[in-house]
Nanobody, 120 residues
Framework: QVQLVESGGGLVQPGGSLRLSCAASGFTFGTYSMSWYRQAPEKERELVASITAAGGSTNYADAVKGRFTISRDNTKNTVYLQMNSLKAEDTAVYYC?????????????WGQGTQVTVSS
């Protein structure tokens, strides 16, 4: 079955950096785009960044452009989110997402999430 396991969250001061990782299994990782989402308290889940299957194209939410970088290592079935210049408003649970084709249908799979807290 599809599994996505995030790690790397924690408490960091404003201006600091964190690197999130998401280890994937149960599907052909290198053939699917991957995404990071986040959800802050009392807010809807929002797309942060996405990357195509081969890693040649990326997309970012306006709020994180220039500060966050999504990347992937298809030899390790892992997608990363490097977060720099963190702000208090980046505080959220961050989720890894895969949209996988199963038969005739697409399915969204989510990890358990990793908490990122930006505070002094």
């Amino acid at each position: 079955q599809v599994q996505l396991v995030e790690s790397g969250g924690g408490l960091v001061q404003p201006g600091g950096s964190l690197r999130l990782s998401c280890a994937a299994s149960g599907f052909t990782f290198g053939t699917y785009s991957m995404s990071w989402y986040r959800q802050a308290p009392e807010k809807e889940r929002e797309l942060v960044a996405s990357i195509t299957a081969a890693g040649g194209s990326t997309n970012y939410a306006d709020a994180v452009k220039g500060r966050f970088t999504i990347s992937r290592d298809n030899t390790k079935n892992t997608v990363y989110l490097q977060m720099n210049s963190l702000k208090a408003e980046d505080t959220a649970v961050y989720y890894c997402n895969a949209k996988v084709l199963r038969g005739p249908s697409w399915y969204y799979f989510w990890g358990q999430g990793t908490q990122v807290t930006v505070s002094s």
